[in-house]
């Protein structure tokens, strides 16, 4: 049967996960039918947002919704506002919340959203407009128990409380469950905003164990100062790590003697930027990436360890904050190098996990104490390092390919048992 060619993938992110896939499909031996099936999403959704802007002319975004699985349940995934949103990105980001969610044992798919846009360039009106809009044009696709929305780059917990009014006020009733990551007072969960951040020192804590290390005393690096690489740096800083080097949108800091985090986060409060801060060197977001240090955090945004600097990071060990942060070619020169990557569905799982629970506090009507919060997020990651751990261990693979192994292998595993309609 001829098949139209598909067209070469805009994104490196979504050439990266369709090479995991592909690789694990074959090393798990998954039925042709199946693996196909994994390679495509199952639906999506492209929009066209018209917003009146502040200047009085009417501007359209092009925004996108997609499910890539549901067998599991509903689907569950970000909503990112950034420049460089596309299609092909969106795809790559719902394939891999389909495989982190199955990976921590939610009853979850795998969805994402994102609309191209500049937010830091736009008022509050015009961000709150857009978001309106753009939710109104994907509502067929989300709800409560279809597909549930959570915050990403350039959105937070007032994008959520936007989108849920508005779709709240279409069913003439409040309804929290349609997103996560909402502020508390309209039903949001204790420990959302930090649950990402958390949930990476919680896996590194349990690698440290694993790999015989301490984690106090580590030189970090972190790439990225935003929701997730500020909490990890305040809380590794707590751990007795020294923080010599930060970077964000704007460029990157340096202090080998380390950086005083309170200060530092008080800076950024104040300028909005890692940048400036006094007593710390300037340097790029490509140099920071190649310092030698104990531990790396990529934090910030897709294929930020590629091909062309993977020989040059320094770091001995890297753990992803960000969505595909690392190549597949930078991650084969890493693993050649020694250089041991605790992979993104693994470690940056925290904020889903939680999400999961501010929907099912908000399903029960019955909300936790933050204590209760950080302890169960804590039993979940502790949980899943030790079952990649053994898989590592027992397959001879790395972190990665074993953490796919499991969450690739449940959601092809469910196909099977549900099987194919009609």
Not at 17 to 42: K, V
Not at 110 to 125: F, I
Not at 227 to 251: Q, T
Not at 396 to 410: D, F, H, P, S
Request: one cysteine or more.
């Amino acid at each position: 049967m001829f098949m139209t060619p598909a067209p070469e993938s805009e994104s490196p992110l979504h050439r990266t996960t369709l090479a995991q896939l592909d690789s694990i499909a074959e090393r798990l031996n998954l039925e042709p039918g199946i693996h196909e099936r994994l390679r495509y999403p199952r639906r999506a959704l492209t929009v066209s947002i018209p917003v009146l802007m502040d200047h009085g002319r009417t501007e359209v975004f092009i925004g996108y919704r997609v499910h890539h699985d549901t067998v599991l349940g509903a689907s569950k995934g970000g909503l990112r506002y950034d420049p460089s949103v596309n299609l092909d990105e969106v795809t790559a980001l719902a394939m891999l919340m389909t495989w982190k969610c199955a990976l921590m044992g939610l009853p979850y798919g795998g969805a994402k959203g994102g609309v191209r846009c500049a937010p830091r360039q736009m008022s509050a009106r015009e961000r709150e407009a857009l978001t309106r809009r753009y939710t109104v044009e994907i509502m067929p696709l989300i709800g409560p128990d279809l597909d549930i929305p959570a915050p990403d780059l350039g959105t937070d917990e007032q994008t959520m409380a936007w989108m849920m009014d508005t779709y709240s006020m279409t069913q003439g009733r409040s309804v929290p469950g349609v997103v996560t990551g909402k502020p508390l007072i309209i039903g949001g969960s204790h420990g959302r905003r930090e649950a990402t951040g958390r949930g990476i020192v919680s896996v590194l804590h349990q690698a440290a164990h694993h790999l015989g290390h301490e984690v106090s005393g580590k030189r970090v690096v972190i790439q990225g100062f935003g929701n997730v690489g500020s909490v990890v740096a305040r809380l590794l800083w707590d751990d007795g790590c020294k923080i010599v080097g930060v970077g964000d949108v704007n460029g990157g800091i340096w202090n080998g003697d380390g950086l005083d985090v309170l200060k530092l986060q008080a800076h950024v409060k104040e300028s909005g930027s890692v940048v400036g801060l006094p007593g710390a060197e300037p340097i790029s977001n490509a140099d920071l990436i190649e310092q030698a240090c104990g531990l790396l955090v990529p934090a910030a945004v897709g294929s930020q360890i590629h091909e062309g600097n993977a020989d040059r990071v320094k770091a001995a060990l890297i753990i992803e904050g960000a969505n595909g942060p690392t190549t597949a070619e930078a991650d084969a020169i890493l693993h050649e190098r020694g250089v041991r990557v605790i992979p993104d569905v693994l470690a940056n799982a925290g904020g889903v996990v939680v999400s999961y629970f501010e929907w099912v506090q908000g399903l029960q009507h019955h909300f936790w104490r933050e204590s209760e919060v950080i302890s169960r997020l804590q039993e979940i990651m502790t949980r899943a390092v030790d079952r990649v751990w053994a898989t590592a261990e027992s397959e001879k693979v790395t972190l990665r390919a074993a953490a796919l192994m499991e969450g690739i292998g449940r959601v092809a595993e469910a196909h099977r048992i549900r099987g194919l309609y009609p």
